[in-house]
């Protein structure tokens, strides 16, 4: 089983839709959560990152995690063909740099016009 | 947050040579991280590169296939060695990059025929 579970999608939606990206984990220690988003021919980029069990807010992006189901979520409101792209979930057990991200294996989006 | 500028961006390689990818970042990190990306699986950490010392391998990597170098605070450089098409893969560097957590380089792009 692996660590970090993530549905690959391909996921096709028409602009203005609200988007739900998920993953699971398996390891109960994790707890610093992060939503990356990579462009083709990009590497990843940090859309948010949270701590703790809860939802947090940046823009049109929300993120979720439910540490008791071992579960986090990211949701797109509003989406736009811009938001097209590869979204990755990380986790790790701390947060500093000496612990080592393990990542889903990323779902790719289609924000149709 | 830091820039890193990754080369080559791409290339194809035939199989039985090696390739040195180098990273180089805008500012000084003490830890540069390199992960590969194979189609349809997990960003996966190879080695973590700390300057002055030897790179910490992950399970499954190994020195003689992926030596690394770290001469400074700024730079290293991966290389892939004796490779197979099974290699054929997306390496990027990362660093950590205060707030916004691990900034990755926009990755080499790997084919060995």
């Known amino acids: 089983q692996k660590e970090v579970e993530q549905d690959p999608g391909p996921l096709s939606v028409p602009e203005g839709a609200i988007v739900s990206l998920n993953c699971t984990y398996s390891?109960?220690?994790?707890?610093?959560f992060m939503w990356y988003r990579q462009y083709s021919r990009k590497g990843p980029e940090l859309l948010m990152y949270t701590y703790s069990s809860g939802n947090k807010e940046d823009g049109r992006f929300t993120a979720q995690v439910d540490k008791s189901s071992k579960y986090i979520s990211l949701f797109i409101r509003d989406s736009q063909p811009s938001d097209s792209a590869t979204y990755l979930c990380?986790?790790?057990?701390?947060?500093?740099?000496?612990?080592?991200?393990?990542f889903g294996t990323g779902t790719l989006l289609a924000v149709q016009p | 947050s830091a820039v890193i500028s990754q080369k080559p961006s791409r290339d194809i390689c035939q199989r039985g040579t090696s390739l040195t990818i180098q990273c180089q970042v805008d500012?000084?990190?003490?830890?540069m991280f390199w992960y590969r990306q194979q189609p349809g699986q997990s960003l996966t950490l190879i080695a973590t590169?700390?300057?002055?010392?030897?790179?910490?391998?992950e399970s499954g990597f190994v020195i003689d296939k992926f030596p690394i170098s770290r001469p400074n605070l700024t730079f290293s450089t991966l290389t892939v060695s004796n490779m197979s098409p099974e290699d054929s893969s997306i390496y990027l560097c990362?660093?950590?990059?205060?707030?916004?957590?691990?900034?990755f380089g926009s990755g080499t792009r790997l084919t060995v025929v």
């Open positions: 390891n109960s220690a994790f707890q610093y």
């Open positions: 990380a986790m790790t057990v701390y947060g500093g740099a000496t612990n080592k991200l393990i």
């Open positions: 590169a700390n300057q002055g010392s030897e790179a910490t391998y």
């Open positions: 500012s000084q990190v003490t830890m």
């Open positions: 990362s660093v950590v990059s205060g707030a916004r957590g691990y900034t």
